[in-house]
C-alpha cells in the first residue's frame, strides 16, 4: 500500500459540511484536525503549534477564511508546504446596513487579502463567493475554483403525505433575524394564518421579543437533532430560503431533498441551488413571498423536480473527487 499524504485540516467550526471534508479526507490521507478555539494567544499557539509538527504534513486545510487562516497559510509558505481554503459565505463579504461579513473592517480585508491570495488554493462553495472575493478584496482569482457542498440523498429524502406546512431552519438571533429574512417569513405567516409556519434552529436569548411577537401559526422549535428535522422537511410542502447574502444554504439543499418546494432569493448560491425548481421572490417583500409561497403550497409537481435537481447537482462522489484531484495536483507539484 502506498504511503498516504499527511494533511492538517484547522477549523474553528464544526458543522455536517465540515464532517464530511473530514470522512472525505480520511478515506484518502492521513488527516491531522486541529481546532482553532477562539482564545486570548490562539494564533500565538497555532504559529507555535504549526513551527513543531507543521514540516511533516504535505498540505493545510483551512475550514474557512478567518484569522486563523491568515496564520495557517503565512506559515505554511514559511514552512514551504501547500495551503487550500474552503470560502463558506461569511468570510467573502461586508454588508454594512446589518453588520455582517468578515470583511467588515480594515484590518480583517487585510488578513482575507493575505490569505486569500496567498493560499495556493481556495474552494469557495459557489462561484458567486469567488467573484466576491475578487470584487471586493481585488484578487484575480486564478487560485480561486469553486467546488460545491453535496448532500446525502440516501438519508435526506421523502415519506409519507404533505401538509400544509411552510419550514425554514436557521438559529434565530437578532442578527439573522435580519440576514435570513425571519422577518419577512413571520409577517407572511400573519396573512396566511390557515398555513402552519415553522423555525427550526437554536433560539438565542436577544431573539425572545421577536419570538413574542410572532402568531400563533409560527412554530420555534429551538435545536432538534437530524432525524427530527427529517420528520419537519417530510411533511413540509414548501422551504423558504429568504435570505441577503448566503453560500449555497446546506437547509434549503437538504430540503428539497425531501420534495419541499423552494422560495427563495436571487442572491450568492440560492439560485445554483434551487434553479427552475422553484420561486423567487425580492428580499424583504413580503406581498410577493406570500403570493409565491401560496404557489408553492399549490404547486406539489416541483417537489420531485426540486429533488431531482440537488440529487443531480450535488452527489456526493462529486465533491470526494474534485477534493482528492484537487489536493494531489497541489501536492505533487
Not at 504511503?3 to 464530511?20: A, E
Not at 475554483?145 to 440523498?153: G, N, P, Q, R
Not at 439573522?176 to 415553522?198: E, Q
Not at 434549503?252 to 431533498?257: F, G, K, P
Request: aromatic share 10%; hydrophobic share 40%.
Amino acid at each position: 500500500m502506498s504511503r498516504k499524504h499527511k494533511i492538517l485540516f484547522i477549523t474553528q467550526v464544526i458543522s455536517p459540511s465540515f464532517s464530511q471534508d473530514l470522512k472525505i479526507l480520511e478515506k484518502h490521507f492521513d488527516v491531522t484536525v486541529y481546532d482553532f478555539e477562539v482564545k486570548k494567544n490562539a494564533g500565538k499557539e497555532l504559529v507555535k503549534w504549526m513551527l513543531k509538527n507543521g514540516s511533516k504534513y504535505n498540505l493545510v486545510y483551512c475550514w474557512f477564511g478567518d484569522v486563523f487562516a491568515t496564520i495557517a497559510v503565512l506559515t505554511s509558505k514559511f514552512l514551504r508546504k501547500k495551503s487550500m481554503i474552503m470560502a463558506g459565505g461569511y468570510d467573502t463579504t461586508f454588508i454594512p446596513e446589518i453588520n455582517y461579513g468578515f470583511l467588515s473592517s480594515g484590518r480583517n480585508r487585510l488578513y482575507a487579502k493575505i490569505h486569500f491570495g496567498l493560499a495556493d488554493k481556495v474552494i469557495p462553495v459557489d462561484e458567486s463567493l469567488r467573484a466576491a472575493l475578487m470584487e471586493n478584496l481585488s484578487l484575480r482569482g486564478n487560485n480561486m475554483v469553486a467546488v460545491h457542498t453535496v448532500y446525502d440523498s440516501k438519508f435526506w429524502q421523502p415519506e409519507g403525505k404533505k401538509e400544509d406546512v411552510v419550514v425554514t431552519t436557521l438559529g434565530v438571533n437578532r442578527e439573522r433575524i435580519l440576514r435570513k429574512g425571519i422577518d419577512t417569513y413571520v409577517s407572511c405567516a400573519k396573512r396566511l394564518p390557515d398555513v402552519r409556519f415553522v423555525v427550526v434552529g437554536k433560539i438565542s436569548p436577544d431573539a425572545k421579543e421577536f419570538i413574542k411577537k410572532a402568531p400563533r401559526n409560527v412554530v420555534f422549535t429551538d435545536y432538534i437533532p437530524e432525524e427530527e428535522l427529517l420528520n419537519y422537511y417530510r411533511r413540509a410542502k414548501v422551504y423558504c430560503q429568504l435570505s441577503l447574502y448566503e453560500g449555497i444554504p446546506n437547509a434549503l439543499c437538504e430540503a428539497m431533498l425531501c420534495e419541499c418546494v423552494p422560495v427563495g432569493t436571487r442572491v450568492c448560491g440560492i439560485p445554483t441551488a434551487i434553479g427552475d425548481a422553484g420561486y423567487y421572490v425580492p428580499y424583504g417583500d413580503v406581498e410577493a413571498t406570500t403570493e409565491a409561497i401560496k404557489k408553492a403550497l399549490a404547486d406539489g409537481g416541483k417537489g420531485k423536480l426540486a429533488r431531482e435537481r440537488i440529487r443531480n447537482m450535488f452527489p456526493l462522489e462529486k465533491r470526494e473527487k474534485q477534493l482528492v484531484e484537487i489536493i494531489n495536483n497541489l501536492i505533487v507539484k
